[in-house]
Every structure is written in C-alpha cells, then in structure tokens.
C-alpha cells in the first residue's frame, strides 16, 4: 500500500524521533511510504488563532504535496482534524488519516513486534479523541472503546494506566498556551499529577502538541517521567 | 476591564483555591455523569431536544404568535421589548404603576444582561435577589460567577464573613446550615412585604401560553404567589412547542445541571389568580441577529443548564468574573461577542477547543466550533491584540514557502536558547523543547 506520510512542522523541527518512528512503523508494516520534501504545515496554527483567511498558500502547498495520494498518514490527531474539517481540497479532506486509525482501520493490525516493558500514563488528546473518535469520551453515553489502547495492547510487557480524569484537556490549546498562559499551564500541572499518582515512567499519546507542554513542565519540575508519542512505542522493538 | 487572560491570571495565584473551584465543579460534572449515564435513551433524548429546538428556532415568528395570543387569552400581559433598554423601561413602568419601592427576584440571567437591578436603583427601586447564591454575591456587590451556582467562586467562610456583615450573623460562623437559616429569615421579610415579584423563565409553552420557572429553593414560587403583581422577564428563544415537550427538557435540564433528576421545583405558570396581574417580557436584544447566522443560530437552543461552564477545563481553573459577562464560560464566550464584539474579543480565545462542551450540552450546541468562527469573525474585524496580524501574516508566509520555511526553522533551532527569556510567555512556567540537530527532513535526505 503506497502511503504518504504527513510530518507536521513542529515535529520535523523538534520533534523528528517521531517522524522517523512513523516512517519505520510504516514500513515495518508493508507500505511504500512516500515523504513529499516541500511539505510545511496543515495550516491549523493561523487557522485556530483565528487567521484561517491567511492559510490559502498553506493549503495549495499541501495540495501539491499530497494530492497524488490516497492514504496521507500523519502522527498528530490535531493536524489531521484541522485538514479534515477545514481544508479546501475534498480529495485531500478524504485521504487524510490519523496515524493510529489508519493502522487499526485501513491497515486492521493485530500484531506488532514491539516491546515496551515500562509503566506508561495514556494522555488523551483532544482533538484525536473527540474530534476524530479515536476513542469514546467521559462526556457521552456510549459503549468504552479506545483504538489507542487497542494498539498499546499489542506491545510486549507494557503497563497501561490512566489518569483519574481520563479524558480532561492538558491545556495545550495551540497559542492557547501562550495566550493563556497561566490556565494553559495549570492545566498541564494538574494532568502531569494525576499522572505522578499513578508513578508512571512515560505520558504516552497520540499528539505531540500535548506532549511537548507537558513535557516542557517535567522538566521544569526536575520531574524524570518522559513524554513519548504512541508510534515510538510501537515501533520500539 | 481586565482581559480573560489577566483575570484568570489573578484568580490562579492562589492555587488552593483555584484547586478548590476545579474539584468543586468537577464534582457537580461528576454528578450529571452518573445521572446521564443511568438513562440508556441519554443520548436519544439529547438529539430529540436539539431537533425540537432547531424547530422551534425554523418557526420561531409562528410559535411566538401562538404563545402571545395564549397568554393574553390567559389574562397574562405580554410585552415585546427589542433591547436591554426597552426590557428595563416596561419593567420599570409595571413597577411604578404599582407604586412598589421593594421588590424581590428569583434568578434571572436575562435581568443580569440587561443590568435591570442597577436600572432599577437608579430609579429609587430596590431589588432584592431570593436566590441564596444571587443574594449572597449581590449583598457583595458582585456579579454571579455562575449561571447555576451563582457564587460558587465563594467558600463558606467568604458567606459567613458576607452574613456577619450585612445580616448580623456572629463573626466567624461558617456553618452552612445556620447561614442558610440566617438568610431564610432575612428573606422572607421580603417576601411578604413585597408587592412585585420578578421572576426568569426556562420555558415559555406555546401552545398553551404558560411558562415554567425552575428553582431549588422555591423562591420564585415564593415571591410570585404572594405579590400582587408578577412579571416574568424571558429571552424570545425560551419558547417550546408544546407541554408534552417539557417531558425531554424538564429531564435534560436538571441532569445536565446539577445531576439532579429533576429540579425542587418546576412551576408551571398558566394564567393570575384573582386579584393579582401577571406580565410577561419577552426580549430580543440581539437574539434575531443571532438566529439570521446560520453559524450561531444554534447557540439560541441553550436552556442554561452550565453543563459547559462545569466540563470547562479552563472555566474551572479561571472562575466565571474572568469572562466578564453575565454568563460565563464556553456558552457565554459565544453568546457575548454577538452583543458587543470589540469588548468581547477576547472570549472566544478563552479555550483550548477541547470540544468537550459541545459534547455534554444537552442541546447539542457545537460551542467549540462556535468559538473557532467567531475567531475568524473577530480576527476579521479588525480586533486582533497588537502585534497578533502582522505575527500571524509572518507565520503563513514563511509556511507557505518550503524554502523559507526550512531556513526559519533551520534559524529557530540554532538559537532556541536565545527564547530561554522572561519576554517568552512558554518559557515562564515551562522548558523549550530540545532543538535536534537535524530536522526529519535533513534526516531523511541522507537516509
């Protein structure tokens, strides 16, 4: 299966262990993955602050680079929802995947050859979760499922626990987090400690965003827990 | 006027008790879990209420009709009011035709919007809120920080200090049952020297032109049923089809709001009884604007529950004075730029777009997408803070151009350390992330 892969800009600058992860992934998987070079970003970071009128150079790049694919894959639920919710190209809107549902819904894995003997802590990230359905959510009454959990059952000696408030927001939020600064980081203060409650090693998701804050107040706590994206503990070996 | 922002700044400072707020709304959000979660038709009910309200906002000329000329065949007056200052002036004009000096007030968010309490004063008429939370944050002069738990931003020391100030309860008497006592006592005084009653409205019913208030503590009942006149003040998208329809609403409402299965009390005003006059307020003030944009018209099915204000991560670590509205949190955020944009700009920034919202509300409101147009809408008149265009037009060219975007970045994380300063609002509570060497793009050319 040809497959494109969607490296957002904050991950291909800071964050590209993710990006290799799910390169790797991929191909470990059995697909030919494509990565178009002159790729940027989905557009989200103008387009949520309320400049969506500013991203149509944005968006034909990503046209360009994407519109010969039928499975663009990327590691981040949130761009993948700003493309499906808001970019111009149907084509593009409809071949767009979240990592972790393209290889639960297109690929249907239920194996992996992956090990990961740690205590992980889930973050669920917003956008994934109840923008894309990744999984169900506290708020509806709907019957448990959660893909992220499905692939984390498939690793060898994990440990999976959740926060008291399994589904509560890190306070992210895009600019949010500088905008708002002070509530952006209460929010992520109190996540990382229900997370500490549970002596996890590693706050794992599915969104790097998510990570990145959370992992910018660890490490201003001195705390030694690390943040990781899912695809770096499936693909760990 | 403080920004979102800077208020909630102030509010967090004090960790306790913002940790206090959190967990004292997440309980209630808990509660309203459980009492969702026990009715298998939940999510059902939720879609058949929506429906009922989007057809009710499709007929809204019709079913308004309907209801005026029920209530009038009823013996209720019914008056039109366009605006905050229309709404004020007939309330005012029905007080001072009755002569009344004193009057109480059960809740009423819509008498809040349109500041009738400070019009009232103006015009040597004293209000008297009977709503436990409301009296407390009115005898504190301030506004109710919640549309359901008025003075939730207030712990029980805060209400015995405020009582031993204004009601000469002994200093340092925190204990809730004997404050409430207190507060029942000064009350009902009012209650019985009071010749008009005011109260809100949840629910108009066409077809039958009564309206049904919901309290817990019966002081709306309270007041109407000994005044001699009783005016009911109520926004215009209040109207429901038909009585049968209370049955999906009456359920929804308590449960969303509280966790309750239902509220103490749901009075169903139909018509006066002997003797006593009954007026009916109905308002617009920018709520036909509302309905004419396909984008927010939706937000006109709100029943006040505060579902929303109690799911809000960020309402529950910002209190509701930081909204700067009567009514606060993710529905107020979208309600209040509709009335004034420029002085509610900020609002809709005032959330990380969680969607979770939009997934408790009873109605099924899409507030988080709400909050993203009125973004754009914003941002496009003009009312971006200084700096945020100019930033923002940057950011879309240098990502529109893959060249330029690679050498931006290349930049950015060379000198990554130079954003370790007190100027970057990130790196004041947290670290930056560690620049790789490598972009994965430089990567993988070598690959």
Redesign the interface.
């Known amino acids: 299966m040809r497959v494109a892969l969607f490296?957002p800009?904050y991950?291909?600058?800071?964050?590209?262990?993710v990006?290799?992860a799910s390169?790797e992934l991929l191909e470990k998987l059995g697909c030919e993955v494509v990565?178009p070079?002159?790729?940027?970003?989905c557009?989200q970071?103008?387009?949520?602050?309320?400049?969506?009128?500013?991203?149509?150079?944005?968006d034909?790049?990503f046209t360009q680079n994407f519109e010969g694919f039928d499975y663009i894959v990327g590691p981040s639920g949130s761009c993948v929802l700003h493309l499906k919710e808001h970019h111009p190209s149907e084509k593009i809107r409809s071949s767009v995947y979240e990592i972790c549902e393209f290889l639960t819904d297109v690929l249907k894995i239920s194996s992996l050859p992956a090990k990961f003997p740690h205590r992980v802590g889930l973050h669920q990230s917003?956008?994934g979760q109840?923008?894309l359905r990744l999984s169900s959510?506290?708020?509806?009454?709907?019957k448990p499922f959660s893909k992220l959990e499905d692939l984390l059952s498939l690793v060898d000696g994990i440990q999976i626990s959740k926060p008291e408030?399994a589904d509560?927001?890190c306070?992210?939020?895009?600019t949010?987090?500088?905008?708002?600064?002070?509530?952006?980081?209460?929010?992520?203060q109190?996540r990382i400690k229900e997370h500490d409650a549970n002596a996890v090693e590693y706050i794992v998701g599915a969104d790097t965003s998510c990570l990145?804050?959370m992992?910018?107040?660890l490490?201003?706590q001195g705390s030694t827990v690390q943040v990781k994206h899912i695809v770096e503990i499936l693909n760990h070996a | 006027m403080l920004s979102h922002s800077e208020a909630s700044e102030k509010f967090i400072s004090d960790a306790e008790r913002t940790d206090w707020h959190d967990e004292t709304l997440w309980f209630v959000r808990a509660k309203r879990d459980k009492a969702s979660k026990v009715l298998p038709e939940w999510e059902a009910m939720r879609e058949h209420a929506s429906q009922i309200k989007d057809h009710t906002l499709a007929n809204l000329g019709e079913y308004l009709q309907a209801f005026e000329a029920k209530a009038i065949a009823n013996g209720i007056k019914v008056h039109w009011a366009a605006d905050a200052a229309e709404h004020n002036a007939i309330v005012h004009s029905i007080i001072a035709a009755q002569g009344s000096k004193t009057i109480v007030k059960s809740k009423s968010m819509l008498t809040e919007e349109c500041h009738l309490n400070d019009y009232l004063a103006s015009k040597g008429i004293d209000v008297v809120d009977t709503d436990l939370g409301e009296r407390i944050v009115q005898f504190r002069n301030e506004a109710p920080s919640h549309i359901v738990l008025p003075a939730i931003h207030l712990k029980k020391e805060d209400v015995g200090e405020t009582f031993h100030q204004h009601l000469g309860t002994p200093k340092g008497n925190k204990d809730p049952q004997f404050l409430t006592e207190a507060a029942r006592q000064h009350l009902r005084g009012h209650f019985l020297a009071s010749e008009v009653a005011i109260t809100g409205v949840n629910f108009a019913v066409a077809e039958t032109g009564e309206f049904v208030v919901c309290t817990n503590e019966g002081n709306a009942d309270m007041g109407a049923h000994l005044a001699k006149v009783h005016i009911a003040c109520t926004g215009i998208e209040k109207i429901i089809p038909k009585r049968a329809d209370l049955a999906v609403f009456l359920r929804l409402l308590a449960r969303s709001a509280t966790g309750q299965l239902i509220t103490t009390y749901s009075s169903h005003f139909h018509k006066p009884r002997e003797g006593q006059e009954m007026h009916i307020v109905l308002l617009d003030n920018g709520r036909t604007r509302q309905l004419a944009d396909p984008k927010y018209k939706n937000s006109l099915k709100c029943i006040r529950c505060a579902a929303c204000f109690n799911t809000c991560p960020v309402y529950r670590r910002s209190g509701g004075h930081s909204y700067h509205q009567p009514v606060a949190g993710p529905i107020g955020s979208i309600l209040a730029p509709n009335i004034d944009k420029k002085a509610n700009a900020d609002l809709p920034f005032a959330s990380t777009l969680c969607g979770s919202c939009s997934n408790v509300c009873p109605v099924k409101i899409n507030i988080h997408e709400q909050l993203w147009f009125w973004r754009q809408d914003l941002m496009e008149a003009g009312l971006a803070p200084a700096g945020k265009t100019i930033g923002m037009k940057l950011m879309a060219f240098t990502l529109a151009n893959p060249a330029i975007y690679r050498i931006g970045g290349s930049l950015l994380r060379r000198f990554s350390a130079l954003l370790n300063t007190s100027l970057n609002p990130w790196y004041k509570q947290r670290e930056m992330p560690e620049a790789p060497k490598e972009s994965f793009q430089e990567w993988y050319k070598k690959r």
Do not use: W
Not at chain 1, 37 to 41: G, P
């Open positions: 490296v800009c991950i291909d600058q800071f964050y590209p262990q990006a290799v390169l990565v070079t002159e790729q940027t970003c557009g970071p103008m387009a949520n602050s309320g400049f969506a009128s500013s991203t149509a150079g944005c034909a790049n917003c956008h109840r923008g959510m506290s708020e509806r009454n709907e408030r509560e927001c306070g992210f939020g895009g949010f987090c500088v905008t708002e600064e002070a509530v952006s980081v209460k929010m992520g109190d990145m804050h992992e910018g107040i490490r201003r």
